[in-house]
């Protein structure tokens, strides 16, 4: 049993961050100089989201990030001035990327321009490792989000579970690809894939609840305890212990997704570390959710936002 005083919290980690800035326009023509009038800029990354929505909760939380360069700087300040959140750095050789989005608001049409993330050598991914071994030491659930930029640290979430599992920590997976795949032989408590990361991980097509059904399925028989299935719009299926269920957020006018599928593994996240039942972890988690997508900043609600919301939110056993 653990007794250090931070040990009620979450911890996330995002081993490819970003400086996330987005600017607003008219339209956007190509080879045209174009003036902004306004801009945003916010740590980016998924676990990032994730601790800004646990902060948004009421939650406490820590961020875990691996950072380089001016842009890395950038980042640990708007993580801990911007959102509140403690940062546990991990400083690396290449610059931390930037992702600039450019809206065209009379259309409501995104363009995203993705820089590459950075290359991390041997003992880069030694010192992320001894980071984290520390950092888990204070936490109660530990959330492992995104994919890296390299292929040195594709099967670092596989590394660091069974560390976080040691320290008494459950541990929640978001992530794709190949990170996914080497992390899922870990065996976290908990994956949250969305229906596309699914697909690719149990290799059949989630047309159907039967084929939902039949994927959580999959992940229940390598060990998965909990597996959370977001589907958009459409809510989310939740499975542990024999219960499933399914979570029908209310319509919405919806304004940026993006980062939904985070403030849900918040919702969850937090759920864990109070002991909740799963019908109250997923109705918090797919209003929190729908809550995120009523304005363009992620993760910028209220808790009372999303209790709010999460009245009518419909929950039903499968």
């Known amino acids: 049993m653990k007794n250090n005083r931070h040990d009620a919290m979450i911890l996330t980690v995002t081993p490819n961050p970003c400086v996330d800035k987005t600017i607003f326009i008219d339209a956007l023509t190509p080879g045209a100089k174009i003036r ?8 980016g990354g998924k676990g990032t989201n994730v601790s800004r929505a646990v902060k948004a909760l009421g939650g406490e939380t820590s961020a875990l990030v691996i950072v380089g360069g001016h842009t890395g ?25 930037t992702i600039t989005t450019v809206l065209e608001e009379p259309v409501h049409r ?13 003992e880069e ?9 520390y950092a888990v030491k204070e936490a109660r659930v530990a959330t492992f989000n995104g994919a890296s930029s390299c292929p040195m640290t ?8 069974p560390i976080a599992r040691d320290a008494g ?29 699914a697909e690719e991980a149990v290799g059949f097509a989630l047309d159907s609840d039967v084929a939902r059904r039949r994927a959580m399925d999959v992940f229940h028989e390598k060990g998965v305890r909990l597996v959370v299935l977001s589907l958009g719009a459409e809510g989310a299926l939740a499975s542990r212990a024999g219960e499933r269920i399914r979570a029908i957020p209310p319509k919405i006018r919806e304004i940026n997704p993006v980062g939904s599928g985070d403030a849900l593994v918040a919702a969850f996240a937090i759920g864990l570390m109070e002991g909740w039942p799963l019908e109250q ?26 209790e709010a ?3 009518d939110v419909v929950v039903e056993t499968l």
Not at 110 to 118: I, K, R, V, Y
Not at 154 to 161: C, G, K, P, Q, V
Not at 172 to 197: H, I, Q, T
Request: hydrophobic share 45%.
């Open 281 to 306: 972890m997923a109705r918090l988690g797919v209003a929190a959710g729908a809550a995120n997508a009523l304005s363009w900043d992620i993760g910028h609600f209220t808790r009372e936002e999303v």
């Open 73 to 97: 700087r950038h980042v640990v300040e708007m993580i801990e001035t911007q959102d509140g959140v403690r940062c546990a750095p991990v400083w690396v050789k290449d610059m931390t990327r």
């Open 309 to 311: 919301v999460a009245q």
């Open 125 to 133: 991914k030694e010192s992320v490792v001894a980071a984290f071994r």
């Open 154 to 161: 594709h099967d670092l979430y596989a590394t660091l579970i």
């Open 110 to 122: 995104q363009t995203a321009l993705f820089e590459p993330g950075p290359e991390l050598s041997a």
């Open 169 to 197: 920590a459950l541990t929640v997976l978001d992530s794709y690809g190949p990170d996914f795949a080497l992390a899922l032989d870990a065996v976290p408590y908990m994956v949250k894939p969305n229906r596309e990361e």
């Open 36 to 43: 902004s009038r306004k801009f945003t800029c916010i740590p």
